[in-house]
């Protein structure tokens, strides 16, 4: 057993004295963990909206995916206010993101009508979720490039991935409604969602908002809350009726960022590229 496990020996000139010291890591601040934490959070309503599409019940699993983009969308702006934002936190925002907009949609749609079409249901689901992940991976390519003008943050390339999410779940909106979705209409809900799919991965520009509203104007101040107050009793009171809206105004607004680009592009390049102080044609 000696041959086995050797006694230790220091070296001929190291000093009996010395112990291996100990890694000490830094505490974690807590500014940092409450964005991750609500991200957590988030990922944990889209995992029960799948339950829940499992057992038959897709008003709660609808909601479910809201909440869970709610919190998407509270997650980085906590981060910021805070100064907690790190890159485990943006990669864990990221899968976050393909299991709640991606898995999670794909698989109620596929528990509520797409399952009629079996195999070929089953396939544009894969697409589906496929699709959100080739998404987010482009958008944290993007999120590196140095030489990307500063306009161009107001707009995304392509649907983003909470956009994607709530749009093609239109199918459960209008069944809600009233509009009853028959084993018939199980192709209709199939090509809308690869529809949806094709539009994730696309790099058609579409309009992101972010930059709007840093400042806003004095006097706007006690219409925004009043509005704000308003639209959220219409959430609450007719969420479906709300979203259903919401979606067809979002597919129909697509064409007008797209043209919005389109005229920035086109007065970037009639200005043409900045020429630096260093080799400026001198007088």
């Known amino acids: 057993m000696e041959d086995l496990f050797p006694p230790f020996a220091p070296e001929p000139n190291e000093p009996k004295s010395v112990e291996p010291r100990s890694r000490r890591f830094k505490a974690v601040p807590v500014r940092m963990i409450i964005p991750n934490m609500i991200t957590l959070m988030a990922v944990c309503l889209g995992l029960t909206a799948v339950r829940l599409a499992f057992e038959g019940k897709f008003e709660p699993a609808v909601i479910a995916i809201v ?155 006690l219409p925004i809350f009043v509005v704000t107050v308003a639209a959220f009793g219409l959430l609450i009171s007719f969420p479906f009726e709300i979203l259903a809206l919401l979606s067809l105004g979002y ?11 389109r005229r920035k592009l086109k007065a970037e390049a009639a200005q043409g590229p900045a020429v630096p102080v260093d080799e400026a044609p001198a007088a």
């Open 67 to 221: 909440a869970a983009a709610v919190l998407d969308g509270v997650d980085g702006r906590v981060a910021r206010l805070l100064k907690g934002t790190s890159r485990f936190g943006a990669e864990l925002d990221s899968l976050a993101d393909f299991v709640n907009f991606g898995c999670a949609p794909a698989l109620i749609l596929y528990t509520f009508a797409l399952h009629n079409l079996k195999s070929v249901g089953w396939i544009v689901a894969l697409i589906f979720a496929i699709a959100m992940a080739l998404r987010l991976a482009r958008f944290n390519v993007m999120l590196d490039d140095p030489n990307r003008p500063e306009w161009k943050k107001d707009f995304f390339v392509g649907m983003p991935a909470p956009a994607g999410a709530l749009t093609v779940m239109l199918p459960l909106y209008l069944h809600f409604l009233g509009f009853e979705m028959s084993p018939a209409l199980a192709p209709v809900a199939l090509i809308y969602m690869l529809v949806i799919a094709l539009m994730v991965i696309s790099t058609v520009p579409t309009f992101s908002g972010k930059t709007v509203g840093k400042r806003v104007p004095r006097e706007y101040v």
């Open 251 to 261: 597919l129909c607004a697509i064409p007008i960022g797209a043209n919005q680009y």
